[in-house]
């Protein structure tokens, strides 16, 4: 297996201006091009982790809290939470402000993304392990394999009996 890898050294942050042709109607970003931004993010946070090409293996739920309005700074932060053998998943978030008005809202997006890094074949590589050092980067490693379970339950590739620490995880909730 390949060296490990902290936490920090895959962390992005991207900032996006929303201008009107990012907007809908009501003159608020739209949901897709919020979304084709937090791809490239967390893209770039498994790039950083592994050296190799990625793409995108699934997206977990993205639930819209705030509106975006039109002039805002949208700041995504990702980063890699967890490894498994050439997937790994990445937390990102997005937050939004409106600058000359000294107005910040509150986290608008997060979500979990999973890559897999693919050699120049397209076939999946092997990456290196990651190393969480905080209680939060330990918590969200925690997690990251009951969430990955729960992807591979709902993706059919996995049955309900042999997610263990799902099971557990829900048992005991």
């Known amino acids: ?5 902290s ?38 946070a498994a790039q950083k982790h592994s050296n190799r090409t990625v793409v995108t293996a699934s997206v977990d739920n993205i639930s819209f809290r705030k509106a975006i309005p039109l002039g805002s700074v949208v700041t995504l932060e990702s980063h890699v ?28 997006n ?15 590589i092997e990456i290196p392990d990651v190393i969480p050092e905080t209680d939060v980067e330990k918590e969200l ?9 729960l992807r591979l339950v709902l993706a059919k590739r996995m049955k309900v009996a042999d997610a263990k620490e799902l099971k557990d995880y829900l048992d005991n909730a």
């Not at 490693?141 to 379970?149: D, E, K, S, T, V």
């Open 1 to 5: 297996m390949a060296k490990k890898k």
């Open 7 to 44: 936490v920090n050294d895959s962390k992005v942050i991207m900032t996006e201006m929303v201008l009107p042709n990012d907007t809908n109607t009501l003159d608020n970003l739209m949901g897709g091009r919020l979304m084709h931004w937090m791809d490239i993010c967390a893209a770039i």
């Open 81 to 108: 939470t967890r490894t498994f053998n050439s997937s790994m998943e990445i937390y990102i978030k997005a937050t939004a402000e409106k600058i000359p008005f000294g107005k910040k809202l509150e986290i608008s």
């Open 110 to 124: 997060q979500a979990f993304f999973t890559f897999v890094a693919v050699d120049q074949g397209g076939h999946p």
């Open 141 to 149: 490693n925690a997690g990251a394999l009951r969430r990955r379970q």
